[in-house]
């Protein structure tokens, strides 16, 4: 049986899509509403600003991240930690497709707009992007210990490693190129950069 969401939820799901989609100044409170089926009152009882609810986008993608990759953490049966750099890469891949929207609106523009004048909306982007990262850099780690990855800055390598996969996604997010085919190749330049 399926969960029914709240009216709160249907806001945030909907926010998030016309946000992601539309962009953040092109979308409207009564639009938003109107999308997820509520009154505009309704839509103000639970957001006061639109800047308030774009918040709480942001914030309900930085959970969603965190209990994504937790999961990756609890359910570690991976031989070594170049293994688990292959398991990541595939899942970022794979949630990146699953939460497109969510990534879309990631890859926007407005969000680090808005960082510059809100303190909330840069700690949310700094958690989602330290999360994203340290489950790689974690991983280096493990491998350095395992003896499966150099001693290499596990943080710079981490950030690389994020940037090579990520720059992939964001590729297929805006329909510039199908990188599918480069997955292989994702994996074996991530090897010689980090094997013995």
Same mark, same amino acid.
């Given at each position: 049986?399926?969960?029914? #969401?709240?009216?709160?939820?249907?806001?945030?799901?909907?926010?998030?899509?016309?946000?992601?989609?539309?962009?953040?100044?092109?979308?409207?409170?009564?639009?938003?509403?109107?999308?997820?089926?509520?009154?505009?009152?309704?839509?103000?009882?639970?957001?006061?600003?639109?800047?308030?609810?774009?918040?709480?986008?942001?914030?309900?993608?930085?959970?969603?991240? #965190?209990?994504?990759?937790?999961?990756?953490?609890?359910?570690?049966?991976?031989?070594?930690?170049?293994?688990? #750099?292959?398991?990541?890469?595939?899942?970022?891949?794979?949630?990146?497709?699953?939460?497109?929207?969510?990534?879309?609106?990631?890859?926007?523009?407005?969000?680090?707009?808005?960082?510059?004048?809100?303190?909330?909306?840069?700690?949310?982007?700094?958690? #989602?992007?330290?999360?994203? $990262?340290?489950?790689?850099?974690?991983?280096?780690?493990?491998?350095?210990?395992?003896?499966?990855?150099?001693?290499?800055?596990?943080?710079?390598?981490?950030? $690389?490693?994020?940037?090579?996969?990520?720059?992939?996604?964001?590729?297929?997010?805006?329909? $510039?190129?199908?990188?599918?085919?480069?997955?292989?190749?994702?994996?074996?330049?991530?090897?010689?950069?980090?094997?013995?």
């Amino acid at each position: 049986m399926e969960k029914k #969401i709240t009216r709160k939820e249907a806001i945030l799901l909907v926010a998030t899509q016309l946000f992601s989609i539309q962009g953040y100044r092109t979308t409207s409170m009564g639009e938003i509403a109107k999308a997820a089926g509520v009154a505009d009152g309704t839509i103000f009882y639970h957001f006061k600003t639109k800047e308030e609810l774009f918040l709480a986008v942001l914030e309900h993608f930085k959970e969603e991240i #965190i209990s994504e990759f937790s999961i990756i953490e609890e359910n570690d049966t991976y031989k070594s930690g170049l293994e688990k #750099i292959e398991a990541l890469l595939s899942f970022y891949i794979y949630l990146a497709n699953r939460l497109e929207d969510r990534f879309l609106l990631l890859h926007r523009h407005f969000p680090y707009t808005l960082a510059e004048d809100n303190p909330a909306c840069w700690n949310h982007l700094e958690e #989602i992007y330290n999360t994203l $990262i340290g489950v790689f850099e974690q991983a280096i780690l493990q491998g350095q210990a395992d003896g499966s990855i150099d001693e290499l800055p596990a943080r710079k390598m981490a950030m $690389i490693i994020f940037t090579l996969v990520d720059g992939m996604v964001r590729l297929n997010t805006y329909n $510039i190129y199908h990188t599918g085919p480069l997955y292989n190749e994702l994996i074996t330049s991530c090897h010689r950069m980090l094997k013995k």
